[in-house]
């Protein structure tokens, strides 16, 4: 309990506005049966919810660990609390609640127009303080070597998933779409590749079922931080069973191994996504760079399992 109170306290409290956001959107998803282009209106706000909820925690974590710059990483982390959790994810709240739509919303209409250009500022907002949050860390060790290899590839991934992001608006041509209040509307960007938006989805994530999604590697991008962070913690978990593993040396070396690999599947994942290609229908191109990944991945890892089982066996000589 302690060591809570010491977490980025801003961070925190946006990621307990996040819990009660998620509820609030479950109870969207019951009782409000008004669609967005096909899809339940209150799940984007689930979504970004839960998403931002997990990333506000991860951060708030991250940040409290004993760094250089620690009054800069505070101020930042408080930043992207405000403009993220406070003004974005509130802004998707507030447009689903209205039936229309918060991102890619051209509309002239005062309040509509209003809302884009403050979600834009706090898109801005948050890609520019997880650049100098990265900046700042991404050069300092952080507890044991292998978190803080996870730490600085996690914070880079979240970068790239970011700048996936961006794509949206410049890869897709504009749409016209009709709210949930009868409005039509033109969409200045959207997620699918080769078709519109608002086609079949996969369920829960409505990924695309008939085209590329950038929606995708946007998300691999943006939890690579957590995803580093688990790799590092169960690597950290197996050292207590198994005596290679005890070797800094070789879990940096893993978790350096299982970082190029999910830097290869999020390219992999927009390279798909950009050539039209849905998620869960992979040509054989894709599935031939999925297999090599998961090939050099598979031989990596063993190679440096062999060198900590040579060290270990060495030091019982």
Sequence with gaps: MIALQRWHRPLMLV??????LTVVSVTGLIVDDRVLLGVPIWLKPFKFAVS?????????????????GQRWTWWLGTVFAVMGGLMDVSIVFV???????????????TFDNTI???????VQGIMLTNIAIAAILGFQHLRDRAVSRAIHAGLFLALAGMGVGVLMVFVTDGQLAVDATGREIELLGGHSMAVRDGGPGMPLTNWSTIGGDLRAPHFL??????????AAMGVGLLARRYGALR????????????GCGYTGLVLLATWQALRGQPVIHPDAITLAGLGTLIVA?????????????????????
């Design 15 to 20: 990621s307990g506005f996040m819990a009660v």
């Design 52 to 68: 931002f909820g997990i990333y506000s925690v991860t951060l708030a974590w991250m940040l409290s660990l004993p760094h250089k």
């Design 95 to 109: 447009q689903a609640a209205r039936g229309t739509f918060s991102h890619f919303n051209s509309s002239t209409e």
């Design 116 to 122: 884009s250009v403050m979600f834009g500022i706090g």
């Design 221 to 230: 991008g943006l939890h690579g931080l957590q995803a580093m962070l688990l």
């Design 247 to 258: 070797d800094e040396g070789v879990r940096v070396s893993l978790v350096t191994v299982f």
């Design 297 to 317: 991945m598979v031989l990596g890892l063993w190679a440096v399992l062999a060198q900590g089982r040579r060290r270990l066996a060495s030091q019982r000589v």
